[in-house]
């Protein structure tokens, strides 16, 4: 089955500094790409996806790249704020599978 | 309005216990899921219902029993609670399944279940 694995499962920046979280994937047919974000006490939020159409997506201060024949994909935070801090997942489906696999997640400390 | 709403949020119990928790979506979805998130953060798959039918069972033990009432409830039953059980269980929906083609999840604040 499909297995994902993200890096760095911690990683603390400056408030103002850029994050980059990467995951790979193993499935070749694995087309969908999302990010979720999970706050204390709280379940996870889809925050950006991708599709293995595109190379990247971007929305304000949060990006995420895709290279198809590495499969690999990255979240990239730039501007970092303090309600950044978070754990943050990558996830990997592809067609017919009706669940997401999730990669292992990287908590993100903002420090202010 | 909570969307995907699970109860209890925190649930104690004893070893060897029966214990249930109860979910529901007022989203109309048609796909619901039950996820196991481990003390190290690593989210899991469970289960996986499709109006009422069971779609996805990834390996879990048989005392785990899931139940779907309709599609806007998904349930989680276990028999005979062991310590490893302890986990962040979390339940999520989305509008057909079909997470492949930019579904998004939409999961609940999950329950936190401490096996003594």
């Known amino acids: 089955g499909e297995n994902v694995e993200q890096h760095p499962s911690t990683l603390s920046v400056q408030e103002g500094d850029s994050a980059v979280i990467k995951c790979t994937y193993s499935?070749?047919?694995?087309?969908?790409f999302p990010w979720y974000k999970q706050e204390l006490g709280k379940g996870p939020q889809l925050i950006i996806d991708?599709?293995?159409?595109?190379g990247e997506k971007k929305d304000q201060r949060i990006a995420v790249t895709l290279n198809k024949t590495a499969k690999h994909f990255s979240l990239h935070i730039t501007e970092t704020q303090p309600e950044d801090s978070a754990v943050y997942f990558c996830?990997?489906?592809?067609?017919?599978?009706?669940?997401?696999?999730f990669g292992s997640g990287t908590r993100l400390q903002v420090q202010p | 309005d909570t969307a995907v709403s699970q109860t209890p949020k925190y649930l104690v119990t004893q070893m060897g216990n029966d214990k249930s928790i109860k979910c529901e979506q007022n989203?109309?979805?048609?796909?619901m899921y039950w996820y196991k998130q481990d003390s190290k953060k690593f989210l899991k798959i469970m289960f996986s219902?499709?109006?009422?039918?069971?779609?996805i069972n990834e390996t879990v033990p048989n005392r785990f029993s899931p139940k779907s009432p309709d599609k806007a409830h998904l349930n989680l039953h276990i028999n005979s609670l062991e310590l490893g059980d302890s986990a962040v269980y979390f339940c999520?929906?989305?509008?057909?399944?079909?997470?492949?083609?930019?579904?998004?999840?939409?999961f609940g604040s999950g329950t936190q279940l401490s096996v003594l």
């Open positions: 499935d070749s047919a694995s087309n969908y």
């Open positions: 996830a990997a489906s592809k067609p017919g599978r009706r669940a997401l696999t």
């Open positions: 991708i599709r293995s159409n595109v």
């Open positions: 219902y499709n109006n009422k039918e069971l779609i």
């Open positions: 999520a929906s989305s509008p057909t399944g079909s997470l492949s083609t930019n579904e998004k999840l939409f």
């Open positions: 989203l109309g979805h048609d796909t």
